[in-house]
């Protein structure tokens, strides 16, 4: 079946640094992409999503860019903030279907 | 726009005692999902209707766990009778056929059975 693998965590940053928080997914035909942040105590926000190969999505600094290729959508920020602090989901939702299918979330921790 | 919205947003009840988690969708949104997020076991879709029926719920644990979707505006999820293992954040979210697909979450219950 489709499934979503992710790094581990925590990812631990000090203000300003560049981040990379690795994603890949495995589904049979041509899956949308997301990430979705959950920040303490919060429920899930859509950060940024890509619906078809080279997409790129981006929202408030992060980018993802979906690679078919490779089957990856990792998602990346020049210079993380402390607020940035949170833990990161990504997710596809295969073609046809309705059901999100996430992997098991990165936690970062950026330090001022 | 109010987003989803779940009540109550946390409950501390004791093993064996009924719970009932609400969830209003977002008004016009034809599907509504309900997650279950625990340490362990990461996010699970329980459940998840359109247009009020129920369409894939093979994600629900067991015959304690029940929902309902009476109309457009309005869900449950029922645990009856609760255990310590169900301890766990459940979240509802909606979404609009043709919207691209993103799902709307609600900000969660927090639940602990004792």
């Known amino acids: 079946g489709d499934s979503v693998t992710q790094m581990e965590g925590p990812v631990t940053l000090s203000e300003e640094a560049f981040l990379t928080i690795n994603c890949t997914y495995t589904?049979?035909?041509?899956?949308?992409l997301f990430w979705y942040v959950q920040y303490p105590g919060e429920g899930l926000q859509l950060l940024l999503k890509a619906t078809k190969a080279d997409d790129k999505g981006s929202n408030k600094g992060f980018e993802a860019t979906y690679r078919k290729e490779t089957t990856s959508f990792h998602l990346e920020k020049g210079s993380v903030q402390v607020s940035d602090s949170a833990v990161y989901f990504c997710?596809?939702?295969?073609?046809?279907?309705?059901?999100?299918?996430f992997g098991t979330g990165t936690r970062l921790l950026v330090s001022p | 726009d109010a987003g989803v919205i779940q009540s109550p947003r946390h409950e501390v009840t004791e093993m064996g005692q009924e719970v009932t988690l609400r969830c209003k969708p977002i008004s016009g949104h034809d599907y509504l999902f309900w997650y279950r997020q625990t340490m362990m076991r990461g996010l699970e879709l329980l459940i998840y209707?359109?247009?009020?029926?129920?369409?894939?719920d093979s994600g629900m644990p067991e015959d304690r766990f029940s929902a309902k979707m009476p109309n457009a505006s309005f869900s449950t999820l029922k645990i009856q009778p609760s255990e310590p293992r169900d301890s766990a954040v459940y979240f509802c979210a909606s979404t609009a056929s043709g919207s691209g697909e993103t799902q709307y979450f609600g900000p969660g219950t927090r639940l602990l059975v004792l």
């Open positions: 209707f359109n247009n009020n029926v129920p369409i894939d």
């Open positions: 589904a049979t035909g041509y899956p949308s």
């Open positions: 997710a596809l939702i295969n073609t046809g279907f309705q059901k999100l299918v």
